[in-house]
């Protein structure tokens, strides 16, 4: 079956310290795999978009790498903040037959950075 | 200002009711789709519309229906067919790849 498997578990960290986290999938072939963050009651918001051809994209504090060998991606924020406590998720597209796609989401890691 | 407006922000139903959520973008995006939220769950995909007057079911379609007559607008009607409707529901849209999400809309039912 397909899944997009992201650590349930919320990563605890110190400030400052870089975070990891992980998002595995199974049994899909995306060409595209995006990070957004959610806050509490509100609607995920947009970080980065890497492509099946990028090994790995930066944008300030975060970096994503993407592995389609592994079937995996890495999302790293350096030097963590406070503010930066939230939860990520990753998503990704699957292509329909008939050349439609769907944005598929993961179930999201709550990171929480302690001052 | 462009972006993606849901509302009513809260909404209750008693139970064996329909009701419509609504979802309008001013971003001239051809994509749109519906996500519901469990607590501490991902989002699941329930329809997305790539482009006026189609749309295709996602992977929770049950008990839910949507209509796509104008770009702008995609409501979802959630229906009494739908035996466990509380929950968060999210709409996007989309042009290229990065989806724009609304505020979402909390149903409870009472």
């Known amino acids: 079956s397909q899944k997009i498997e992201q650590n349930s578990e919320a990563l605890n960290i110190q400030e400052g310290k870089t975070a990891t986290l992980t998002c595995n999938y199974t049994n899909y072939s995306p060409a595209y795999l995006q990070w957004y963050r959610q806050d509490p009651g509100r609607g995920p918001v947009f970080l980065l978009l890497i492509r099946e051809n990028e090994k790995e994209k930066r944008k300030e504090r975060l970096k994503v790498t993407f592995d389609t060998t592994l079937k995996q991606s890495l999302f790293h924020i350096t030097a963590s903040q406070p503010a930066d406590s939230a939860t990520y998720l990753c998503a990704l597209d699957d292509f329909r037959m008939d050349s439609s796609y769907k944005l598929i989401f993961g179930s999201g890691t709550r990171l929480l950075v302690r001052p | 200002d462009g972006g993606i407006t849901q509302s009513p922000k809260y909404l209750f139903r008693k139970e064996g009711q329909n009701v419509t959520l609504s979802c309008e973008q001013n971003l001239n995006h051809d994509a749109m789709y519906w996500y519901r939220q469990d607590p501490g769950q991902g989002l699941r995909l329930i329809y997305y519309?790539?482009?006026?007057?189609?749309?295709q079911k996602g992977d929770i379609a049950e008990g839910y229906s949507v209509s796509r007559e104008k770009k702008e607008s995609f409501p979802l009607t959630v229906t009494s067919a739908q035996k466990n409707p509380t929950a968060f529901y999210l709409c996007a849209s989309s042009m290229e790849r990065e989806a724009f999400f609304g505020q979402g809309t909390r149903l409870t039912v009472v």
């Open positions: 519309s790539q482009i006026v007057n189609d749309f």
